[in-house]
C-alpha cells in the first residue's frame, strides 16, 4: 500500500514539473505550489516511516519551499 502512495506522491511532483516546462504553470501558478507541497509531503512521510534522513531533509524541504510559495504568492487560482 505504502508503495503506490509513495507512487502518487511522486506522481505530483513530476506532473507539476512537466506542466512548468510546458509552459502550462509557472512558480507563482498556486496549483502548481499545491501539486509539489502535497506530493512532497506524502513522500517525507514515507521517509520518515522508514527512517530516510536524506529523503526526510529533501522532501522536508521541498514542502516547506513549496509552503511558503503558496503563502507568498497566495492561493488564488487562475485558469489559463
Do not use: C, H, T
Amino acid at each position: 500500500m505504502w508503495q503506490w502512495i509513495s507512487l502518487a506522491g511522486a506522481l505530483l511532483i513530476l506532473v507539476a514539473y512537466a506542466l512548468m516546462q510546458l509552459g502550462r504553470a509557472d512558480r507563482e501558478d498556486p496549483l502548481y505550489n499545491l501539486m509539489n507541497f502535497i506530493g512532497s509531503g506524502i513522500l517525507m512521510v514515507i521517509a520518515v516511516r522508514e527512517l530516510q534522513a536524506g529523503f526526510i531533509l529533501l522532501e522536508g524541504a521541498w514542502a516547506l519551499l513549496s509552503l511558503y510559495a503558496l503563502i507568498r504568492f497566495g492561493f488564488k487560482f487562475n485558469p489559463r
